[in-house]
């Protein structure tokens, strides 16, 4: 069975542009990168919600394209 490598955790602001930020997973140690950005950061738990706190707090980016709206966040984590 193949592994996955790579996941993608994508929101889109009130202009409606989209912003990706990349989980990439080596062995037990998980990369989160901003497309749109360039930001990185080391994540080794809870990838996914750092992602979308980076996609909130750094682009307003709130809308999730599944059909959901994410809920905000307090500053404060």
């Known amino acids: 069975m193949a592994q996955i490598d790579t996941s993608k955790v994508s929101r889109w602001d009130q202009h409606g542009r989209e912003h990706v930020v990349r989980v990439l997973r080596t062995?037990?140690?998980?990369?989160?990168?901003?497309?749109?950005?360039?930001?990185?950061r080391g994540a080794q738990f809870l990838p996914?919600?750092?992602a979308e706190e980076h996609l909130l707090e750094a682009h307003q980016a709130t809308v999730d394209p599944t059909g959901g709206v994410t809920r905000q966040r307090d500053a404060a984590v």
């Open 48 to 50: 996914w919600l750092k």
């Open 27 to 40: 062995g037990v140690q998980r990369t989160i990168r901003c497309d749109t950005c360039g930001w990185r």
